[in-house]
């Protein structure tokens, strides 16, 4: 069975993580460009930039609208603790709970990724929504709510179940690549 959404997040933190053979060719998918420790070099970027727009995925940044710009990118991540106002610029966000959706909202974010879904084993990281409450908190805004964490080959299928139109994905990805091809 497949999960059917019309968008799909993936997060990387480096343009080598990425197999595009993997990946099925369309324009459902956006990456999302989080760099944690090492910042690759401008080219290697741009490089990857190009094959996104040649195989017709999306790219955004994170938190680095000058980055965003000279890369021509889709748009601009900004993560929860990120209170920047920016203009001119695709702006989806970054939130964990009420108080972050309203100010990601505020910000002018189309669209805001919400952190975890499902339960994860990051350590001192114990709350998740589960499906029930995240689709009760869909309901409340008029703007996109995706759900992201602990998202693996056990509770895939609850994906189904899930009022959101897009899903984001983080370590599943990283850690099973074949996990993509169940998802379209």
Known sequence: MFIIKRKYYFYIDNTKSVNFNLI???SKITFIYRPKYIIES???ILKFRKKCKELRFNFLVSNS?????DLKADGLYISAYNKQIYRNIKLIGSAHNFREISEK????CREIILSRLFKTNYKNKKSFYGVLKFNL???????????LGG??????????????????????VKKKPAIS???F
């Open 137 to 147: 908190m869909c309901q409340k805004y008029k703007i996109d709510i995706i759900p």
């Open 24 to 26: 099925k060719k369309n």
């Open 151 to 172: 998202i693996n080959n056990k509770n895939l299928l609850n994906l189904n179940l899930v009022k959101s139109q897009a899903i984001a994905i983080l370590s599943a």
């Open 105 to 108: 909202i505020k910000q002018g």
């Open 42 to 44: 401008f080219n290697k």
């Open 181 to 183: 091809n169940r998802l």
């Open 65 to 69: 609208p000058s980055l965003a710009t």
